[in-house]
């Protein structure tokens, strides 16, 4: 569940850092105000936290943007990045083993374009369309995390899926 949650905060984030932030924030939430619930329920709530600290960090980002453009006229920054390359390989899934290095390219090659695909999609069609095919969460469930219609569920998802199949197969890709 870590793993798939922190890949949704890398889609909505874009930032590996800020992800596993947010991934720690909503663990930490639902143990401590939550832990007395019943194991069942974890799964929605557990999202439902997700998603709010990702709203909560837009919103920072937002007040926090507004000061660094009024004050930035007071001094000449400089930002460098300090990242390291080699935090950004990605650790091999053995669960899918792949026979030849051609596979190999060709299935990262496609995995990534869906996933900048998936990053480009509005934030509600993104949320719900994690929530229910990676997630694998039912249309009640996701519409009760997502705080909205069981209709408007099916409808970000039906648009989430005809926006990536149209955008794949305009890069040749077909599933």
Known sequence: MERRAFKQA???????????DLVQEAMMKL????????PQEFPMLFQRILQNCIRDYYRRQKVRSLWTTMLSSFGGGDDEDDRDPLETLRIPDESNPIK????????SQVLA???????RLPPRQREA????????MDIAETAAAMGCSEGSVKTHCF?????LAAALKAKGIRL
């Open 100 to 107: 030849s290095p051609h596979e190999i390219l060709e299935r």
């Open 31 to 38: 143990a401590e105000k939550y832990g007395g619930k019943p």
């Open 113 to 119: 374009v869906i996933e900048n695909e998936i990053k």
């Open 159 to 163: 648009r989430a899926t005809q926006t």
């Open 129 to 136: 369309f994690l929530m229910r095919y990676w997630e694998e």
């Open 10 to 20: 890398m889609f909505a984030v874009r930032d590996q850092d800020t992800a596993l």
